[in-house]
């Protein structure tokens, strides 16, 4: 059996208070939440859903682009993440809601939603039934914008190609890992093995009735010190197996320590725009 600490969801204070100190002192999700509350239209905007808003930086971008009338729902089933949203985020336009994406439509009214904003979770929840949720709760022609980590949507973008120099973090870690601790890594396919391609996405939109508008592959440039940061949060801390998180921490250290901390990182990210079709019952 895993060792407590391996099995550390986002439900756990830790990961929280590790997750909210990474996205104020790096760029990762309060950009990617730009883009996306960017992407989804919002300057005329009533009734905005922020899906699995965790701490609440999606929500932030997306207070800063609605209208001032704007309300903004943040849905996410963990409550310890929401704590700290509610803390630090206090803002009379924002309600939070704590519940499983897929209860969307019990906590929004039916066609009453302008927007349904999701960054960085969707491949976490069981699309058929959130993507039917979207479809219930949007108005006529509102966007639902989402993304999905390169890894889990097999994209990479060329720069992430082009711009690496020396090995992977990741790599440096499943080596020290290896080296000091007897680990076997997992063969390859496990490991990255696709977990929402955009074929998947593409069918389940179709078959949910929601139309899908665009599609992009971006790229997000950063450094190895904010991957160090990022593999920090207990809930991201690798590589996974039978390790405490102290043990993972001993890893990254030396792994990093192997690095140079303004050694360039690209992420990909597969960034889908869907819409509500016009005229719909
Ligand atoms: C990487 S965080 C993203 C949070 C926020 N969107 C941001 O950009 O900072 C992922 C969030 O998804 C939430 N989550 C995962 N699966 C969920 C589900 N099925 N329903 C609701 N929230 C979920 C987690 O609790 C976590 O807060």
Known sequence: MAPQDALLGWDEDTTAEAYAAFTRAHPMYGSTSCDLARRAHLADSRLVVDLCGGTG???EAILALAPADARVISLDNAPAMQRIGRRTLADPRLSWVTAPAEELAQHAPAGGVD??????????TNISVVFAAVRRVLQPGGRFVFNVGGGFANVIHPDQQTGRIGPSLNTLIRQVAARDYGYTPPPVADR????????????????TGLALVD???TAQHSTMAEKKAWLSIPVFARPDGDFTHAQRMDILAKAYAQTSPDAPTVTSWLVVVAEQPEGRP
């Open 215 to 217: 599609t992009e592959v």
């Open 57 to 59: 930086a999606t929500a």
């Open 115 to 124: 927007a349904v904003v999701c960054n960085s979770a969707i491949w976490k």
């Open 192 to 207: 990255n093995g696709p977990k929402l391609p955009l074929e998947t996405i593409t069918e389940q939109l179709a078959a």
